[in-house]
């Protein structure tokens, strides 16, 4: 099986490459693909270097899977050049997640909405997988009515440059700046740009792609999105009203049987969720789980996820894990 990676000098591309060599995917043949600057380069696969090759020249090897981590841009250009010889997408852009003829897929929730058919998927946003992995079981058992999101995000989820700002910062430098302001000793409540109702699109895609991935459009739910001076793993703390009463005993039980999630949450041992211990890790933690005191039916919580694993690339290969298991490729 030819699987071609999309992006693969990126910081998302290389994590990608990281978790394809972990995992169990049947292999045969790995394409890296990257923009023309990047053509003839090496990386590194399983201890051997493969040379980064064109678009046209992937396109052309009719690889059976492309997992794309290279812009909206470069993918509404090329993922339909792909799906058209006969390979998968699994878009990790926002360029498809809200199209409504295309799926967005967070493979432990709704896998199950996957076809033969489905050439392009979309991977969510690195903030809204952590989200929901938690969401979905409560919303399954008590009905979810609003959540109120606040994140607290790494600068990895901006890229490279964001955290060579960081780090020079850090060491008294005054490098060119990727954020409006310093970002070291500081907190931006400015992820991406700003909508047209001083929202801004990361905080519309938290508020949009949960209800597409969980299939259901009947609660609320609003989000500020900050960026904070942490370098691997986003931070969420999360307020949900549900519908019906419920048991905070019987949550903990329900999250920590959930897939892919990890319950820490024993504050007598100061046990519970930080970015410093998701780096590197594929699991989505969740803590500090208490009532709101302030109203009925209603829960405080916080996630935290690496953003770049579980937020990004583990996420797309699951998906390929999920499509070759299925016989969908």
């Not at 597409?212 to 609660?219: C, E, H, S």
């Not at 942490?230 to 019906?244: A, D, K, L, Y």
């Not at 419920?246 to 039980?253: A, K, N």
Request: charged share 25%.
């Amino acid at each position: 099986m030819k699987v071609a990676v999309v992006g693969a000098t990126g910081m998302v591309g290389q994590v990608m490459l990281k978790v394809l060599e972990e995992r169990n995917l049947p292999i045969t043949e790995l394409i890296p693909v990257a923009s023309e600057k990047s053509v003839g380069k090496k990386v590194k696969f399983k201890d051997k270097e493969l040379t980064i090759v064109s678009m046209t020249d992937a396109i052309a090897a009719k690889p059976e899977i492309a997992i794309f981590s290279a812009g909206g841009n470069t993918s509404l250009e090329f993922a339909p050049k792909f799906a058209e010889v006969g390979t998968v997408v699994i878009d990790n852009s926002s360029a498809w997640r809200m199209d409504p003829t295309k799926k967005l897929v967070v493979p432990e929730i709704n896998a199950n909405v996957l076809t033969k058919e489905d050439k392009i998927i979309a991977n969510p946003n690195c903030s809204t997988i952590q989200l929901v992995m938690v969401l979905h079981p409560l919303n399954q058992k008590y009905d979810i009515k609003r959540v109120i999101v606040s994140t607290y995000q790494s600068v990895t989820g901006t890229g490279k440059a964001a955290v060579d700002q960081l780090n020079a910062e850090i060491k008294g430098e005054n490098p060119e700046k990727v954020y409006p302001y310093q970002i070291f000793k500081n907190a931006l409540p400015h992820c991406d740009v700003f909508a047209d109702d001083d929202y801004t699109k990361e905080e519309i895609k938290l508020m949009k792609e949960p209800k597409k991935i969980m299939g259901d459009d009947t609660f609320n739910l609003t989000a500020t999105a900050v960026r904070v001076p942490v370098q691997g793993g986003h931070s969420e703390s999360v307020n949900i009203e549900f519908e019906n009463e419920f048991d905070i005993d019987e949550v903990r039980q329900i999250l920590s049987e959930m897939p892919g999630v990890t319950l820490q949450d024993d504050v007598k041992s100061n046990h519970y969720p930080m970015p410093l211990y998701s780096e590197g890790k594929d699991e989505v933690f969740v803590g500090r789980i208490r009532r709101d005191l302030s109203q009925p039916k209603t829960l405080n919580l916080w996630i935290v996820a690496d953003n770049l694993r579980k937020g990004a690339a583990t996420n797309a290969v699951q998906i390929a894990e999920y499509l070759v298991a299925n016989n969908l490729v």
